[in-house]
T-cell receptor
Framework: GQNIDQPTEMTATEGAIVQINCTYQ??????LFWYQQHAGEAPTFLSY??LDGLEEKGRFSSFLSRSKGYSYLLLKELQMKDSASYLC????WGYGGATNKLIFGTGTLLAVQP | SAVISQKPSRDICQRGTSLTIQCQVD?????MFWYRQQPGQSLTLIAT?????????ESGFVIDKFPISRPNLTFSTLTVSNMSPEDSSIYLC???????????FGPGTRLTVL
């Protein structure tokens, strides 16, 4: 089966650093994605990991450990505009490698306070 | 990248009726997906709609309730049939252009069923 867990809500202070964790169990792992979604908007792509380790992109970094089924998204120098939902998603090969479907976690609502 | 539009952007419908949602992509893509996002929740995959094959539905979703068409590489429709208030949700289409590790999302269709 498939199971992807994230904390439901987090609160952090402007200028600080926050780490959002994601644990997963899937049958056909083919990469892990992080998306940002502001209220009323479509998800937008933040990062992709398929190999173990840290991927850094500006203020955002994402880490993956395939053996542990674990990822985190690290947001540095938080800004008020970073208040949003952060969605962890695992790409699943599906049966016979026929699909590239994304299975989303529960999402983490981040509130950045002054 | 891929730019995706959806029609309608929102609708209010009566119980027992059906609504067809259109998804148009500005480039040819094989892999297309339909998601549902209920209020305050994360995204749930309804089905994979690859051009040239029948749609593949996830557990809990059936073709009679959510028929999908995929007539070409740039267009798809999702119909929500015999609607009930529980179908009130945002419906999003997404595409995987292939060759890049990113999936793109449409702006969503906000459906309210009375």
């Amino acid at each position: 089966g498939q199971n992807i867990d994230q904390p439901t809500e987090m609160t952090a202070t402007e200028g600080a650093i926050v780490q959002i964790n994601c644990t997963y169990q899937t049958s056909g792992f083919n990469g892990l994605f992080w998306y940002q979604q502001h209220a009323g908007e479509a998800p937008t792509f933040l990062s992709y990991n398929v190999l173990d380790g840290l991927e850094e992109k500006g203020r955002f970094s994402s880490f993956l450990s395939r053996s542990k089924g674990y990822s985190y998204l690290l947001l540095k120098e938080l800004q008020m505009k970073d208040s949003a939902s952060y969605l962890c998603a695992v790409r699943d090969w599906g049966y016979g490698g026929a699909t590239n479907k994304l299975i989303f976690g529960t999402g983490t609502l981040l509130a950045v306070q002054p | 990248s891929a730019v995706i539009s959806q029609k309608p952007s929102r609708d209010i419908c009566q119980r027992g009726t059906s609504l067809t949602i259109q998804c148009q992509v500005d480039s040819q893509v094989t892999m297309m997906f339909w998601y549902r996002q209920q209020p305050g929740q994360s995204l749930t995959l309804i089905a994979t709609a690859n051009q040239g094959s029948e749609a593949t539905y996830e557990s809990g979703f059936v073709i009679d309730k959510f028929p999908i068409s995929r007539p070409n590489l740039t267009f798809s429709t999702l119909t929500v049939s015999n609607m009930s208030p529980e179908d009130s949700s945002i419906y999003l289409c997404s595409v995987d252009p292939g060759g890049i590790n990113e999936q793109f999302f449409g702006p969503g269709t906000r459906l309210t069923v009375l």
